[in-house]
């Protein structure tokens, strides 16, 4: 019994390395919440709050997009399409960037849907640069709210701060899909790639619509086959444990800027 509670206590740190920036998160949402219950009129607080999430929710929207964009001009790619619906100003902002293309029968708010990254590496730089607003200032809004009392404050703070949790099966995923394709064909030497003609694919911001595709058209991803189904499985899996992985990961580091930012406000 000795020896394993050892291996136990080192599986509960494994596993808490794994998802402590989940944990995190839902401790400071949590903290938020309280703050708003010992609120002397919290009607009002809960009114500023949602008020805040919209607002912010919809000015983030095409900055989003946008970041992507940044991202991808930045690592020498070049952008020709960017899907957003109407109500999130691509009209006007069409105007200003003709690759933004306005619609009103996107099942998404906002898309990158043409672009050239030039390699993994600029395709991650590019999936990943609206998350920068979640490192700084994101997290830290959220977590000074709470002790500012400014419910306004944390509604611009969760949008900013957990939009790696809302982008799980959406960015984060293709993240995790873009390493996981790139690993497991270097490990089987190019054959994963022969062997599927739509492996690369199997890189998708949406995971839904990534399996609705393979039903759709199996033997564009050659199937029916165990081998092949076997290496979509593992493929999609560790992309998605990827996803979770790296946004909770996201969210630690934003956090450790962020309390570090408010030990020196405290000691000033």
Same mark, same amino acid.
């Given at each position: 019994?000795?020896?394993?509670?050892? &291996?136990?206590?080192?599986?509960?740190?494994?596993?808490?390395? =794994?998802?402590?920036?989940?944990?995190?998160?839902?401790?400071?949402?949590?903290?938020?919440?309280?703050?708003?219950?010992?609120?002397?009129? +919290?009607? @009002?607080?809960?009114?500023?709050?949602?008020?805040? @999430?919209?607002?912010?929710?919809?000015?983030?929207?095409?900055?989003?997009?946008?970041?992507?964009?940044?991202?991808?001009?930045?690592? $020498?790619?070049?952008?020709?399409?960017?899907?957003?619906?109407? &109500?999130?100003?691509?009209?006007?902002?069409? &105007?200003?960037?003709? =690759?933004?293309?306005?619609?009103?029968?996107?099942? !998404?708010? $906002?898309?990158?849907? $043409?672009?050239?990254?030039?390699?993994?590496?600029? !395709?991650?730089?590019?999936?990943?640069? +609206?998350?920068?607003?979640?490192?700084?200032?994101?997290? =830290?809004?959220?977590?000074?709210?709470?002790?500012?009392?400014?419910?306004?404050?944390?509604?611009?703070?969760?949008?900013?701060?957990?939009? /790696?949790?809302?982008?799980?099966?959406?960015?984060?995923?293709?993240?995790?899909?873009?390493?996981?394709?790139?690993?497991?064909?270097?490990?089987?030497? $190019?054959?994963?790639?022969?062997?599927?003609?739509?492996?690369?694919?199997?890189?998708?911001?949406?995971?839904?619509?990534?399996?609705?595709?393979?039903?759709?058209? /199996?033997?564009?991803?050659?199937? /029916?086959?165990?081998?092949?189904?076997?290496?979509?499985?593992?493929?999609?899996?560790?992309?998605? =444990?990827?996803?979770?992985?790296?946004?909770?990961?996201?969210?630690?580091?934003?956090?450790?800027?962020?309390?570090?930012?408010?030990?020196?406000?405290? &000691?000033?």
């Amino acid at each position: 019994m000795d020896n394993f509670s050892p &291996k136990l206590s080192n599986i509960n740190k494994t596993f808490l390395f =794994f998802i402590q920036g989940w944990i995190d998160a839902f401790r400071d949402i949590t903290s938020v919440m309280e703050r708003f219950q010992t609120e002397s009129r +919290p009607f @009002i607080s809960l009114g500023l709050l949602l008020l805040s @999430i919209l607002t912010t929710w919809f000015v983030y929207v095409p900055v989003h997009e946008l970041l992507h964009v940044a991202g991808c001009i930045f690592c $020498g790619g070049e952008v020709s399409e960017v899907i957003l619906d109407r &109500k999130y100003g691509a009209t006007f902002l069409n &105007k200003i960037f003709p =690759f933004i293309i306005p619609s009103n029968t996107s099942a !998404y708010a $906002g898309r990158l849907s $043409g672009f050239d990254p030039g390699s993994d590496i600029g !395709y991650l730089i590019t999936v990943f640069t +609206p998350y920068i607003l979640t490192i700084f200032p994101g997290v =830290f809004l959220l977590l000074i709210s709470s002790r500012i009392k400014k419910m306004w404050v944390a509604g611009i703070g969760m949008i900013l701060g957990l939009s /790696p949790f809302m982008s799980l099966t959406g960015d984060y995923f293709e993240i995790g899909t873009i390493l996981s394709t790139r690993i497991w064909n270097i490990i089987f030497l $190019g054959f994963p790639a022969n062997s599927i003609d739509h492996f690369w694919s199997l890189r998708s911001d949406d995971i839904f619509l990534l399996i609705s595709e393979i039903i759709a058209s /199996p033997n564009l991803y050659g199937l /029916p086959g165990i081998r092949n189904l076997l290496q979509i499985i593992v493929v999609i899996s560790f992309g998605l =444990f990827l996803a979770i992985l790296l946004s909770g990961w996201t969210y630690k580091i934003g956090r450790f800027i962020a309390l570090k930012i408010l030990q020196i406000i405290e &000691k000033t």
